[in-house]
């Protein structure tokens, strides 16, 4: 996993985002634990520079409430923890919001807004999203309700963070497998859906790329200049909106991360 930023931020001309020449970091998936502290200490033991974790049940809709002195703690030892420098929290996998059920609708937006809440609270640098399936209806009928759902999200963070106490946790959509009527399986739906929801929240809507399911949906990766032409499909003139992408590497083997840590970037 490696938790490379782009803020947006690479100029005209400019053949890939600033994050691609930056060092890579690595990190790992890892349990929160109870109280959340746990997940650090783990990540730091393994030499994690990045860790991403699920703050509750992944597959139960019901939400873990940490108090107010568990976010803070955890906000505490990660400015105290020298190894960690990034975490990411991942959303709910139950959540859907492109579907056409209104209740199951409802019960993913006010998921999805717990999962922030926890997100932020910890001072998260991310929580990737699965945006869910149309179920076959199309993108074009679904968009909207996915817009609505995470401007409302989004905007429900900014009410309750107070100004100037901590940066809001951005929610990076993430790249789907190419089945069924999931939504997010090429650039050009990441995109478009940037482009409905991003402009009021340009610095807290961004990417998760998942590699596995770059791979599963046809995008190859497998030689430089592949890698290339994914890493420059994130560029701002394609995703207007884009504030963050955190590129996921997963199920990549020993000798795989063998060949990137020998591989200087750019080359
Ligand atoms: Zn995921």
């Given at each position: 996993m490696n938790g490379g930023f782009a803020g947006?931020?690479?100029?005209?001309?400019?053949?890939?985002?600033?994050?691609?020449?930056a060092p890579m970091r690595i990190g790992a998936q890892v349990r929160a634990g109870k109280g959340l502290v746990p997940a650090l200490e783990r990540g730091a033991a393994m030499g994690a520079e990045v860790i991403q974790i699920f703050t509750q049940s992944p597959r139960m809709w019901k939400p873990t409430q940490y108090g107010p002195e568990v976010l803070g703690a955890f906000r505490s030892a990660r400015r105290q923890d020298p190894t960690v420098t990034a975490t990411f929290c991942h959303a709910t996998y139950?959540?859907?919001?492109?579907?056409?059920d209104p209740e199951l609708a409802a019960k993913s937006q006010a998921c999805l807004a717990a999962n922030l809440a926890t997100a932020s609270g910890m001072g998260a640098d991310g929580l990737v999203l699965h945006i869910g399936s149309h179920r076959g209806r199309g993108l074009d009928s679904v968009l909207p309700h996915i817009a609505a759902a995470l401007i409302e999200v989004l905007d429900g963070q900014e009410l309750a963070t107070p100004a100037g106490d901590r940066l809001p946790c951005p929610i990076l959509l993430e790249n789907a497998a190419g089945?069924?009527?999931?939504?997010?399986?090429s650039f050009d739906e990441l995109a478009t859906l940037l482009d409905a929801a991003g402009k009021a929240h340009a610095t807290t809507l961004g990417v998760c790329l998942d590699t596995q399911h770059l791979w599963a949906s046809g995008i190859g990766y497998s030689s430089v200049e592949e890698a290339d032409d994914v890493v420059c499909a994130t560029m701002p003139d394609e995703f207007?909106?884009?504030g963050q992408v955190f590129v996921d590497f997963h199920q990549v083997s020993d000798d795989e991360v063998r060949d990137l840590l020998a591989t200087p970037p750019g080359s």
């Open positions: 947006g931020g690479a100029g005209e001309g400019v053949a890939t985002p600033n994050w691609y020449r139950l959540i859907n919001l492109a579907t056409p089945t069924g009527g999931t939504v997010g399986r207007d909106a884009v």
